[in-house]
């Protein structure tokens, strides 16, 4: 194996780097190779020829992939779901059933990104494809994916980032792919930061999740954002630390009356010291990477949105 983009992380389970928009690092899929191989966390539109290509190097074909499974419906975790679906025929598509319906039908998703990314949504995600509704398994709280051998991937409904998200774990390592719902962790820095985004973020639902995770007892976390962590409690609690300053930061920055332009500059100020990944001694390039997908904006929209839910 010659693919600087492959990394092998023992029990069959190779991480695929999704390139995402050109970028290394930053998204994630997972192939595990079992008698049933399976692909977790397709990446984008744009990310398909790169997963292909790691497959074909990794000795998938188009009719050996079994399934394809995404942690939830956001276009950089199930933007490239309806190509890699026509090009591996056989493979079962499975998700939450709250996205079901838009990876048959992803106009409406479409439509909601345009108005988050506006033009550069095609140079980071691409088009969501239609999938065959008959070849989409809808899980719904707990499901089943069969890997062969008596191997499984179990999925856990953990909501609180997005209303359609799953949890996997893995019977045959103990692997837990958390997708979103434990935030973005940060490989280079060993930081963990939240992920917020609008419309479904709300703080008691992901603390929930965060909670179901951790009753899991998984023996490794796979970040979709980036890559394995053993440190499992530790992470998790701090995943749930992240989640309560930012929006103890967003709440004060509402009860100041503060818009969003403001409120994002002022939650900045309060959590940059929290963040290895902000010292003045790293290359400024590597904040400006993670902040494609985890900008403060988004986030601080995200707690706003959730605040004024509740208010």
């Known amino acids: 194996m010659d693919s600087s983009n492959i990394t092998p992380l023992g029990g069959d389970v ?26 977790i966390e397709p990446g984008t539109a744009g990310s398909a020829p790169v997963v292909r290509r790691a497959l074909d190097e990794l000795g998938v074909g188009a009719d050996d992939l ?14 490239g779901v309806g190509d ?12 939450h059933e709250k996205g079901a319906r838009h990876l048959a039908d992803p106009s409406r998703l479409m439509r909601s990104a345009r108005m988050v990314w506006g033009d550069a949504l095609d140079a980071l995600f691409g088009e969501l494809k239609p999938t065959d509704s008959a070849r989409i398994r809808a899980v719904e709280d707990t499901g089943v994916i069969d890997l062969g051998g008596g191997r499984r991937l179990e999925s856990h409904y953990s909501p609180g980032h997005a209303k359609h998200h799953v949890g996997l774990v893995d019977s045959g390592t103990g692997d837990l792919y958390v997708g979103d719902a434990a935030g973005i962790y940060i490989p280079e820095t060993a930081d963990v930061r939240p ?3 609008p419309p479904d973020f709300d703080l008691d639902t992901a603390l929930a999740s965060l909670g179901r995770f951790r009753d ?20 998790l609690e701090r995943s749930a630390e992240e989640l309560r300053v930012w929006v103890d930061a967003v709440r004060a920055a509402k009860d100041q009356g503060l818009e969003l332009d403001h409120a994002v500059a002022m939650v900045v100020e309060r959590t940059k010291d929290r963040y290895a990944i902000n010292s003045a001694d790293l290359d400024p390039e590597l904040a400006a990477k ?12 995200g ?9």
């Open 216 to 235: 899991l007892g998984p023996q490794r976390l796979l970040f979709a954002h980036y890559g394995p962590v053993t440190e499992v409690e530790s992470t």
């Open 84 to 95: 890699i679906a026509a090009l591996y025929p056989r493979a079962e598509i499975v998700v």
């Open 14 to 39: 190779y991480e695929i780097d999704t390139l995402l928009a050109g970028h290394s690092g930053i998204t994630a899929a997972y192939l595990v190779l079992a008698d049933r191989p399976c692909l």
């Open 195 to 197: 992920a917020t985004p």
């Open 66 to 79: 079994a399934s394809v499974v995404v942690t939830h419906i956001h276009l950089d975790h199930a933007g």
């Open 290 to 301: 993670y902040d494609v997908l985890n900008g403060p904006a988004n986030n601080v929209a």
């Open 303 to 311: 707690i706003m949105h959730a605040l004024d839910r509740h208010a």
